[in-house]
C-alpha cells in the first residue's frame, strides 16, 4: 500500500531528511507539507481525505503542532496523526494523547519507531501496535 503523508515540519532540512529517510524504506506519495499551523489548518480543510498519515512536529515556526492536533480531532478513524518532538515530557505526551495523537516520537532518539510505525500501516489495514510514547 501506498501511504499518502503530510508533513507539517518548519525546518527545511529536517524535513528533507524525514522525507527521504521513510521514502528509502515505503511506498509514500508525498501529498504536501506546511511549515505553519495556519498552512496546515487550511490544507486539512482542502484536503479532509486526502490523507493517511499527518506527522507534525510540535514546535513550528508559527503556531503550534497542538493546534494542528487540536484541528484534526475529528478526522476519520483510519487517518493517523503522529507527533514529531525534540522534548517528550510526560506532561507533553499526555497533552498530545488528549488532542487525538496516535503516537508520539522523540526526533532525536526514534526515528526507527516512526519508521517501523509507518511501516506496519503500510501493510495491515489495522493500525500497529507499538512500545513507543502513545499507542
Known amino acids: 500500500m501506498v501511504l499518502r503523508v503530510y508533513l507539517v515540519e518548519d525546518s527545511g532540512s529536517m524535513r528533507k531528511q524525514l522525507m527521504m529517510t521513510l521514502s528509502e524504506e515505503l511506498s509514500i506519495d508525498w501529498v504536501g507539507f506546511a511549515e505553519t499551523e495556519t ?5 486539512f480543510e482542502r484536503n479532509p481525505v486526502g490523507w493517511d498519515i499527518a506527522l507534525v512536529d510540535l514546535f513550528l515556526r508559527e503556531g503550534t503542532g497542538a493546534g494542528v492536533l487540536r484541528h484534526c480531532l475529528k478526522r476519520p478513524e483510519i487517518q493517523d496523526v503522529l507527533v514529531m518532538t525534540n522534548h517528550p515530557t510526560s506532561s507533553l505526551l499526555t497533552h498530545c ?5 496516535n503516537a508520539v516520537f522523540d526526533k532525536s532518539t526514534e526515528l526507527g519507531d516512526l519508521i517501523a510505525y509507518c511501516i506496519g500501516r503500510a501493510h495491515h489495514t489495522e493500525k500497529p501496535k507499538i512500545q513507543g510514547f502513545l499507542q
Open 97 to 101: 494523547r488528549l488532542l487525538g495523537a
Open 39 to 43: 498552512e496546515a489548518r487550511e490544507w
